[in-house]
């Protein structure tokens, strides 16, 4: 029984590594779809950061992002030390808070779907406060103009990505759900001990 939890619970902590580090890719992968409009370009990216979370729950979720960051792969395929310090920092930063607050809220709304449409909107807005912040600082900007040039931009393409994020996740969450009760429920045959013959074999030799 022991030996049996044990491996269920390898079994699962492979499960999660194996998608947060799919839903990594998939970040990483959405950051080459770009439009440069100012300091801040609009990327998919935060799609598969809602994603993650909604998947993955808040543990794995920021999990996944910090794979993502350390990478690393942001818009137009571009990584380095600048993009971190420059103004979309806190933007990057904000991918793991917002991968965080949507999979603990998730977590807790037990497949409501008007728990889970709150999730990925507190989400999204756990992006802007680590970015905003950080525009305004690294940039020197009025808040006002902070605001228009780094969320006001994103709001309708993050309704968007949000609720792209909210099918596809009650899609893919059934089927992922369905492969790990079958995987923890697969029971190896036992191997045979040497100079001993299986039941197989013994009928065998009779015949």
């Known amino acids: 029984m022991v030996q049996r ?3 269920f619970t390898s079994i699962e ?3 999660h590594t194996v998608l947060a580090s799919m839903m ?3 970040t990483a992968v959405g950051a080459y779809i770009y439009v440069p409009i100012g300091p801040v370009p609009m990327v998919l990216t935060s799609l598969f950061v809602l994603l993650s979370g909604l998947l993955l729950g808040s543990r794995w979720g920021l999990a996944s992002m910090g794979l993502y960051l350390g990478m690393p792969v942001f818009a137009g395929g571009r990584g380095g030390l600048p993009h971190f310090l420059g103004p979309t920092g806190g933007y990057l930063f904000g991918y793991a808070l917002a991968a965080w607050i949507t999979g603990w809220l998730s977590e807790r709304s037990r497949g409501l ?3 889970e449409v709150f999730a990925v909107v507190a989400g999204a807005i756990g992006i802007y406060l680590l970015g905003i912040p950080w525009l305004k600082l690294v940039t020197q900007m009025t808040w006002t ?3 228009m040039v780094g969320m006001a931009p994103f ?3 993050d309704a968007l990505k949000a609720s792209v994020a909210l099918v ?3 899609a893919v969450r059934p089927i992922l759900t369905r492969q790990f009760q079958s995987l923890s429920t697969f029971s190896p045959p036992p191997l ?3 100079g001993r013959r299986t039941h197989d074999e013994e009928k065998k030799r009779r015949h």
Do not use: V, Y
């Open 24 to 26: 990594a890719a998939l």
């Open 192 to 194: 045979a001990q040497p």
């Open 145 to 147: 103009k902070t605001f």
């Open 13 to 15: 902590k492979l499960r």
């Open 155 to 157: 709001l309708i393409g």
């Open 113 to 115: 779907l008007i728990r």
């Open 168 to 170: 596809l996740a009650r």
């Open 5 to 7: 939890s044990a491996e």
